[in-house]
């Protein structure tokens, strides 16, 4: 079965620095891998997917992901964080047991960035 | 456009009620699924329709969950009875395209918190 973990339950990082919020995934086949965020009273979000072709994947509001098969992971970056980032971010992946398109998430992670 | 709506946003309610949950997804879109996030828990998948049909509904907790999508269009969710353990955030989501072999994003809708006391 297809899983996905976030090792995080809060990742704290001061605005204007660098951020990752972490995520790793266990998959038979090929993985589609999605990041999702969802503000307060708001639905989740798309922000970028991973399907093929290169590992870097460039998505919204200057967030990027990198696909490392060895490490099986797909880590959430940004460069330089706002304090508007401030966020529940979920990681997922496609399940292909059923040929469908459900998606199988991680529990989130928090990213709090301060002033 | 408009997004994916549900309604309601929040539903507190007793132990043995019932509560229906609605959600209406982007239009013309043929995919429609529900997901739930028991506080503090990953986001579970429930069932997922195309059109009217149900295509996968392994993510179904009992058979006090009924889920039903008139015509292809909107969706419910029943819950009856209500249990304490069906609290959570109730998420709808709707796609493009095929059931299968695309990769076309779920856009999802703001939830509704169910609250059961």
């Known amino acids: 079965a297809q899983s996905v973990a976030q090792p995080e339950d809060q990742v704290n990082v001061a605005e204007g620095n660098p951020l990752t919020v972490k995520c790793t995934y266990s998959?038979?086949?090929?993985?589609?891998l999605f990041w999702y965020v969802q503000y307060p009273n708001r639905g989740l979000q798309f922000l970028l997917k991973?399907?093929?072709?290169d590992n870097l994947v460039k998505g919204s509001y200057g967030f990027e992901a990198e696909f490392n098969k060895s490490q099986t992971s797909f880590h959430l970056k940004k460069p330089s964080a706002l304090v508007s980032d401030s966020a529940l971010y979920f990681c997922?992946?496609?399940?292909w047991g059923t040929g469908f398109q459900k998606l199988v998430f991680g529990t989130g992670t928090r990213l709090l960035v301060s002033p | 456009e408009a997004g994916v709506t549900q309604f309601p946003s929040h539903s507190v309610i007793e132990k043995g009620q019932t509560v229906t949950l609605r959600c209406d997804p982007i239009?013309?879109?043929?995919?429609l699924y529900w997901y739930r996030r028991v506080m503090g828990k990953e986001i579970k998948f429930l069932l997922h329709?195309?059109?009217?049909?149900?295509?996968?509904e392994s993510g179904m907790p009992n058979n006090r969950f009924l889920a039903e999508r008139t015509g292809g269009t909107y969706s419910t969710l029943k819950v009856q009875p209500a249990e304490l353990e069906d609290s959570g955030v109730y998420f709808c989501?709707?796609?493009?395209?095929?059931?299968?072999?695309?990769?076309?994003?779920?856009?999802f809708g703001p939830g509704t918190r169910l609250t059961v006391t």
């Open positions: 989501a709707s796609s493009q395209g095929p059931p299968a072999g695309g990769t076309y994003e779920q856009y």
């Open positions: 239009s013309g879109h043929d995919n």
């Open positions: 329709f195309v059109k009217e049909s149900k295509q996968d």
């Open positions: 998959v038979s086949g090929n993985p589609y």
């Open positions: 991973y399907i093929t072709g």
């Open positions: 997922a992946v496609r399940d």
